[in-house]
């Protein structure tokens, strides 16, 4: 039985924060171990440092994105380029980058290549952990709890 936890960077505008936390909370819920700024982050550490290391060790990035993320400029954007850097070190078909759509919204141009789930659907979240599923067998982590 598999015992590690399979790895989540979130990447959310800070205008989303709420909707991150939440799905954060699902996540934990659900069986995986998501790292999340508000959560992971402690007084005193160098936060940029930080993200840089949760980026390098994650088993999946989660691109969180909303009008508010794909339209503004700042540190949302940097993790995207980090994120699509890393995605380009994975074998071609490897689940590694998944853009998470809070409302709808047209992805931006370096992410169409990707498949997207919808948040705000009823059934985004069932599919999210379809995917999270394959990727935690493909890394060796344990499987998600899904939704009956």
Request: glycine share 6%; net charge negative; proline share 4%.
């Amino acid at each position: 039985m598999n015992s590690r936890l399979i790895n989540i960077f979130i990447s959310y505008a800070s205008g989303d924060r709420t909707q991150a936390q939440e799905l954060y909370a699902y996540l934990v819920a659900h069986g995986a171990d998501p790292w999340l700024d508000t959560e992971k982050l402690l007084p005193g550490q160098d936060w940029k440092l930080e993200i840089s290391k949760a980026l390098e060790e994650t088993d999946l990035i989660l691109l969180c994105l909303s009008s508010r993320s794909v339209n503004r400029e700042g540190y949302v954007q940097r993790e995207l380029r980090l994120a699509l850097d890393r995605a380009l070190e994975m074998p071609q078909g490897e689940i590694f980058l998944i853009p998470a759509r809070f409302e709808e919204i047209e992805l931006p141009h370096s992410l169409r290549d990707y498949q997207w789930v919808d948040l705000y659907n009823d059934n985004g979240r069932k599919k999210l952990l379809a995917s999270l599923n394959l990727r935690a067998k493909r890394v060796g982590a344990a499987p998600l709890i899904t939704d009956g």
